[in-house]
T-cell receptor
Framework: AQTVTQSQPEMSVQEAETVTLSCTYD???????LFWYKQPPSRQMILVIR??????QNATENRFSVNFQKAAKSFSLKISDSQLGDAAMYFC?????????????FGKGTKLTVNP | DTAVSQTPKYLVTQMGNDKSIKCEQN?????MYWYKQDSKKFLKIMFS???????INETVPNRFSPKSPDKAHLNLHINSLELGDSAVYFC????????????FGPGTRLTVT
């Protein structure tokens, strides 16, 4: 079964600085999808960024970027120029290939605090 | 416009009661999901429906019964509620033909006393 591990239960960063959240996963598939979701105190799940495993180029979305290392099964999230509104729980998630079980498997989350 | 909506947002009830949570999506998606987030914030899939057909059922007690009257709706009925059912329940939807990501509803916080 696929598993997702987030080894940092909590992280903190100073406003305007950069922080990296780590995620590793285990799968025997070669085609899959990876996601980072943000959950602020409002509890709404917000998609931050996604990565298709067949793409070598790392995904970026404004201040958010990933470091996808397929061989190492690592998928870290970098947040640049951190803002107070970035404070939230961040979940790494894995989804298998199309046609298979397309459920999301989540890590246990990292709580990010942004200090002014 | 709300994409994925859930009702109610909060639900407080006593042990032994039966309750339902409703989910509706107006995105035209054909696949819908229920996830449970426990007190430690861990999110886990419960069920998935594609075109009203159950495709994922993840070792959830029989007291939980999903029902999909049409592609836009997926309801969750829970019988004989137990203290351990207290959690936040999220509905999500996805189009299998056009998108990878799942769109989540706002969640329903269920408290069983």
């Amino acid at each position: 079964a696929q598993t997702v591990t987030q080894s940092q239960p909590e992280m903190s960063v100073q406003e305007a600085e950069t922080v990296t959240l780590s995620c590793t996963y285990d799968t025997s598939e070669s085609d899959y999808y990876l996601f980072w979701y943000k959950q602020p105190p409002s509890r709404q799940m917000i998609l931050v960024i996604r990565q298709e495993a067949y793409k070598q180029q790392n995904a970026t979305e404004n201040r958010f970027s990933v470091n996808f290392q397929k061989a190492a099964k690592s998928f870290s999230l970098k947040i640049s120029d951190s803002q107070l509104g970035d404070a939230a729980m961040y979940f790494c998630a894995y989804r298998g290939p199309r046609g298979g079980s397309e459920k999301l498997v989540f890590g246990k989350g990292t709580k990010l605090t942004v200090n002014p | 416009d709300t994409a994925v909506s859930q009702t109610p947002k909060y639900l407080v009830t006593q042990m032994g009661n039966d309750k339902s949570i409703k989910c509706e999506q107006n995105l035209g998606h054909d696949t819908m999901y229920w996830y449970k987030q426990d007190s430690k914030k861990f999110l886990k899939i419960m069920f998935s429906y594609n075109n009203k057909e159950l495709i994922i059922n993840e070792t959830v007690p029989n007291r939980f019964s999903p029902k999909s009257p049409d592609k836009a709706h997926l309801n969750l009925h829970i019988n004989s509620l137990e203290l351990g059912d207290s959690a936040v329940y999220f509905c999500a939807s996805r189009s299998t033909s056009s998108s990878y990501e799942q769109y989540f509803g706002p969640g329903t916080r269920l408290t069983v006393t």
